[in-house]
């Protein structure tokens, strides 16, 4: 049994801020946005809840 990564991966050039990440969820088809978000890390968001975990990525 396997399966492929699940994670999105945005390619940000020389970016060190996202201005805007918009989620719009499949199963309530709300949308949550956040502006301003630091690049290189990983983001965990869960549905209702916001950012629940970042972990920084060093380069």
Known sequence: MSQSDLRLHFGLGRAMTVD?????????QKTERFTDV???????IKE???VVDTRRIKF
């Open 20 to 28: 805007l990440i918009e989620v719009k969820w499949p199963t309530t």
């Open 38 to 44: 630091p690049a290189n890390q990983i983001l965990t």
């Open 48 to 50: 209702g809840s916001g």
